[in-house]
């Protein structure tokens, strides 16, 4: 009852957030564009300032985990691998490109940061897990995109060099490496700074997860429904139960786990439908995935906790 109830601590506050952006919503307080320029704003203010935080204010020695981040790089090309894979048994070849992005692509930078946050009030090894896994999550993403867009021939130049050129310029990878190197040159941090900057990062959870409630239609989430299942439940229950064994072999525990556990299981990230339908697709596989994600990370995220809480390893 211990383990069930620690989490349960960690995934509902996580998801009540969510639920009371879809109810601010449903009464008219929030709309679609407050709901976008919202997630805009966390991605580019709030979300890369928690992170920098986080990041200045350790020893740069005890924070950086080589292993932890060859880890989280390794278990996402396998991941796009296995999902390119099991996309060639869809008759459907329209869909393959959203479906790989779909399978494989979490919202790791959000809700990484959230759980993580929930549960040791740090973003912990949430950075490190971001600099292994998210760069390959937008590589890799407009190649798929590029390779299977229906009539496409081959790999729209133009757009991976502009991709290429927004992962350099991604806040949060900017927010990381800042972090990173003032954790490294000692750099020390004033009181009045310190303070503000906590203000600012400490906005990021709520209001990020409350506009990504806001967003949710769960009337989307049934077109499409075999290949939409299928890269769901390979998105929340396949990877985890493929590679956190492994990571637990590895000697992972803790906050690593964790932290492994939300690249490999959290929800499928919002991104990966403006993304496809930014480059020619249809884009409802995509926005179904993403529904059916978070509609039941809640659930799966809280099973996959109760079990590494029960085995001992968090």
């Not at 919202?38 to 935080?53: D, G, I, K, Y």
């Not at 896994?133 to 060099?161: H, R, T, W």
């Not at 803790?254 to 020619?280: D, P, Y």
Request: glycine share 8%; hydrophobic share 55%.
């Amino acid at each position: 009852m211990e383990n069930l109830i620690f989490s349960l601590n960690a995934t509902v506050p996580v998801f009540l957030m969510m639920i009371l952006g879809l109810l601010f919503r449903k009464i008219g307080w929030i709309d679609d564009v407050f709901a976008s320029k919202m997630n805009r704003f966390v991605f580019t203010v709030p979300l890369p300032v928690l992170v920098f935080s986080d990041l200045a204010t350790v020893d740069f020695s005890q924070v950086w985990n080589m292993k932890f981040v060859l880890f989280c790089f390794g278990a996402t090309i396998i991941s796009i691998a296995i999902s390119s894979a099991l996309s060639f048994f869809w008759k459907d070849k329209s869909i393959q490109g959203e479906f790989i992005q779909a399978s494989y692509r979490s919202s790791a930078a959000l809700l990484g940061i959230a759980f993580i946050q929930n549960i040791y009030g740090t973003a912990g090894m949430a950075p490190l897990m971001i600099i292994g896994s998210v760069p390959l999550y937008n590589i890799m993403a407009v190649l798929v995109l590029s390779l299977f867009k229906p009539g496409q021939s081959g790999l729209d130049k133009k757009v991976i060099k502009k991709t290429l050129k927004g992962i350099v310029t991604n806040p949060i990878i900017i927010g990381i490496a800042t972090g990173l190197i003032w954790s490294a040159l000692k750099i020390p941090m004033p009181p009045i700074v310190a303070k503000t900057v906590s203000s600012i990062g400490g906005v990021a959870t709520p209001m990020g997860l409350m506009a990504m409630g806001a967003t949710f239609d769960i009337k989307k989430a049934f077109a499409k429904v075999k290949p939409s299942v299928a890269a769901a439940f390979i998105k929340l229950v396949g990877f985890c139960a493929i590679f956190l064994p492994i990571a637990v072999r590895f000697g992972f525990r803790e906050e690593e786990l964790v932290a492994i556990l939300v690249m490999l299981g959290s929800a499928t990230t919002v991104s990966c439908f403006v993304m496809a339908k930014n480059m020619g697709h249809e884009g409802i596989l995509s926005s179904n995935v993403v529904m059916l994600t978070t509609l039941f990370s809640a659930f799966t995220l809280t099973g996959w906790l109760y079990i590494l809480k029960s085995m001992g390893f968090i």
